[in-house]
Each structure stands twice: as C-alpha cells, then as structure tokens.
C-alpha cells in the first residue's frame, strides 16, 4: 500500500511538473519599478515644475502679508512711547489681525499644495499604468508586477521594463 502511495505521488508530481514547464514556457513576466520613473521621468519633472511654479507664487503674495506684520511690529516698537494708548490699542489689534491671516494663509496654501501634489500623482500613476499596460500588451507580458509592492528579492535585468515604460511616458 506504501509502495502505491509513493508512486502515486511521484506520477502526480511529475505530471505536475510538466504541466508547470511547459506553462511557463508560454509565461512572460515584467517588472517595473515606479520610484524609478517618479525620479527620473521627465514628464514627472514636468509636473514637480508646476508645481513649484505654483507654490512660488502663493508664497510671493504670503511674504507681502508678512512684510506688512512686520511694519506694524516695527512701527509698534518704535513709536511705542509716543502713540497714543488709542492708536497702540489699533495697531496692536490690526498686528493681531494681520498674524491671524498669515497663519490662515499659510494653512491655505499648505493644504491646497498638498491637494495639488495627490491629484498630480494620481494622474501619472494613472497614465504610468496605461502606459505599462501599453507595452505589456505589445510585447506579450503574461503579468507585469510593481518591483516594489511585489517584494521582489531578485530580478533578472531582462524583465525590467522601468526604461521603456519612462521613455513611453515621456514621448506623450
């Protein structure tokens, strides 16, 4: 009954095998690594550009309000001893008022940078994946894993498609 049992086993593990062999034949595996393209793509470089073009403008018109807050604090300091407690008590509520806006501002723009920054990466995460899908599709791919997310301990060079997918993506 042993004796069945391990020949048994051993046909259905070389069947197994053989059916294993001859679909991964037919089996073509891609890797592609999406840090990578983040870094070097240029059309990402694009959109950081935007980006920083953006956040350079919102901060030109945040350090107008700020000089203004610091005019009135000099003016405060200076003149503290000749104003009257009437017009101290005005400056130091506008000073006040003018700190509380800054502070808006700057959480105002913070938010509206970092909403910006998820929506332009969403968008080239969305089109890297086009484009992976793209080049899968033309080149035969079976399956195309994120190097990353996959935990991939070892990759042939072979089955890393990153450069494609970065020169595609920057061609649009």
């Given amino acids: ?6 020949l048994f086993a051993l046909i259905c593990f070389a069947v ?4 294993s062999t001859a679909w991964s034949e037919n089996l073509k595996i891609g890797v592609f690594d999406v840090q990578k393209i983040m870094k070097e793509s240029k059309a990402v470089e694009g959109y950081r550009n935007q980006m920083l073009q953006e956040a350079e403008s ?34 130091e509520e ?4 003018e700190i509380k806006e800054l502070r ?20 080239a995460f969305m089109e890297i994946g086009e484009i992976v899908k793209k080049i899968a599709e033309k080149e035969g791919y079976t399956i195309v894993f ?14 890393d498609i990153t450069s494609k997918v970065i020169n595609m993506y920057d061609k649009r």
């Fill in 1 to 6: 009954m042993k004796l069945i049992a391990r």
């Fill in 16 to 19: 197994a095998l053989s059916f």
């Fill in 58 to 91: 919102k901060k030109k018109i945040l350090s107008g309000k700020q000089e203004s807050a610091r005019q009135i604090e000099e003016r405060l300091k200076k003149e503290a001893q000749t104003l009257s407690s009437t017009e101290r008590k005005s400056l």
């Fill in 94 to 97: 506008k000073l006040t008022t």
């Fill in 104 to 123: 808006r501002m700057n959480e105002d723009i913070e938010a509206d940078l970092k909403k910006r920054d998820s929506e332009l990466t969403r968008k």
């Fill in 146 to 159: 994120e190097k990353n997310a996959a935990g991939i301990a070892h990759l042939k060079s072979s089955v």
